[in-house]
């Protein structure tokens, strides 16, 4: 049985504040260990299950997070940015058995602490078929493409309940309690890891092959926050400009959907100026 943890940060034991997931700062120093042992939970979780093999997807920002020096053996990473399928790159390998989305958080614009869809600013709102996504919708939709099902998702209590709405069967763990955007209630790493564990473990009775869901047209519409990152947007070939702040594009496929929602947000990260935003 083979698993793929796709592991971002803002969703991982004791991060609340911008400071603990960005890289360089002393306070991601010091989140980086309590994020690589929620890893290792689910690791340690999913060979007590039965897998024979686990890949970590490093998921957040730089993708250069994990402590490689602290990670479980058993298990394989696979890290550094710019892969096809970002955030669930791996899964089109044709050969995972379950998926974890470890670390994850509730979409921009929504309640959740450091709620955000791939950018921390700028976009406002995301919405496939009409209905607002966050990062696990969409991720969800890709892996569903290749018929691996989402077994664990971890973040806060919010992030947990998204995670019902497009994984309903997954087992899910919180982590922490939102407050706000920029605080929660935490349990400490050696309880999240006890937790995450159980639940890794458990979750192995949701692994296993399924039937690759067919590529279906989608759309998606992304709203910011000021008129000129809709523009930059809008610069991506079969990308709309649908109103001074949104932007729309329909794709064939999750696969298209998430290369063309990689480009959008890369044009809009490079259109945000310091000063004016």
Known sequence: ??????????GATGVTWPADVEPGTEQWQRCRAMFTSDVNAAIAGFFAGGATEVLVNEAHATMRN??????????????????????????Q???IDGVAFLGYHCGAGAKGVLAHTYLPNSITGVWLDGAPASEGHL???????????IVLVTGDDRACDDAKTYAPHAHAVAVKDHISRYA????????????????AEAAMELAGRAEPAGPAPMTVEVEVDSAQLAGAAALVPGVDQIGERRVRYASPSAYDMIRCFKAVTTLIAGAVESRYG
Do not use: Q, W
Request: proline share 5%; net charge negative; glycine share 8%.
């Open 184 to 199: 929660a209630i935490c349990r400490p790493p050696g309880r999240t890891f006890t937790d995450i564990s159980a639940a």
């Open 66 to 91: 994990l402590l490689l020096e602290r990670l479980d053996d058993r298990a394989a990473m696979l890290t550094g940015r710019h892969k096809d399928l970002s955030m669930v790159e791996g899964v």
């Open 139 to 149: 991720n969800a939709h890709v892996v569903a493409e290749y018929g691996s099902p």
């Open 1 to 10: 049985m083979r698993i793929l943890i796709s592991a971002d940060m803002e």
């Open 93 to 95: 390998r044709g050969d």
